[in-house]
Nanobody, 116 residues
Framework: QVQLVESGGGLVQPGGSLRLSCASS????????MGWYRQSPGKQRGLVAS????????TYADSVKGRFTISRDNAKNTVYLQMNTLRTEDTAVYYC?????????WGQGTQVTVSS
């Protein structure tokens, strides 16, 4: 079973930055497109960004374009999300998973709170 462990969240003021990391237990991690997802209270979980196995084919939700950067290190089975110019509406629990996601691979997520 794939295990995904997210880290790097926290409390940050509007305009601040955070870098999230997601470590996968899967040895064939490098073959899959990976995504970062987020869920705010009362909303459905949605895709924020994705990156193809080779590091290209990057996509972003319109709400984060120009502010977030997804990257991956296949040697470390890790995917990252650099988040800059954070806004209060970015407050959510952030998760990583394959794209499309594996239903039984969701981790605990990491909480990002943007507040003054």
């Amino acid at each position: 079973q794939v295990q995904l462990v997210e880290s790097g969240g926290g409390l940050v003021q509007p305009g601040g930055s955070l870098r999230l990391s997601c470590a996968s237990s899967e040895r064939i991690f490098r073959f899959y497109t990976m995504g970062w997802y987020r869920q705010s209270p009362g909303k459905q979980r949605g895709l924020v960004a994705s990156i193809v196995n080779g590091g290209g084919g990057i996509t972003y939700a319109d709400s984060v374009k120009g502010r977030f950067t997804i990257s991956r290190d296949n040697a470390k089975n890790t995917v990252y999300l650099q988040m800059n110019t954070l806004r209060t509406e970015d407050t959510a629990v952030y998760y990583c998973n394959r794209k499309p996601p594996l239903s039984d691979a969701w981790g605990q997520g990491t909480q990002v709170t943007v507040s003054s």
